[in-house]
Nanobody
């Protein structure tokens, strides 16, 4: 079982910055991948950025150069620094983690989601 809690969302004007935080807790062997996704009302959830263990992060083309993802493996946290925000960045941002865990007698990789944090960018 893994619980993800996000924070840091809010309202910001275009061109501004926000920093999102996500902390993982629970029982697991290791978190293989952490990332951020976002979903605007009526739209599909989309990848924002992911950062696997021991690998460089990857970003959606729409945020490349503006957002920076980072993680602290010791603390099981992942952050998303968002700069030069645009109105089209408005969405609920969800923390995501793929973790190796022992669940009901089975060891496997499981995907977990946070509750989301709202980001609104005004023009």
């Amino acid at each position: 079982q893994v619980q993800l809690v996000e924070s840091g969302g809010g309202l910001v004007q275009a061109g501004g910055s926000l920093r999102l935080f996500c902390a993982a807790s629970g029982s697991f062997f290791g978190i293989n991948v952490m990332g951020w996704y976002r979903q605007a009302p009526g739209k599909q959830r989309e990848l924002v950025a992911v950062i696997p263990s021991g690998a460089p992060p990857k970003y959606a083309d729409s945020v490349e150069g503006r957002f920076t993802i980072s993680r602290d493996n010791a603390k099981n946290t992942v952050n998303l620094q968002m700069n030069s925000l645009k109105p089209e960045d408005t969405a609920v941002y969800y923390c995501n983690a793929e973790a190796t865990a022992f669940v009901q007698g089975r060891i496997g990789r499981y995907e977990y989601w946070g509750q989301g944090t709202q980001v609104a960018v005004s023009s």
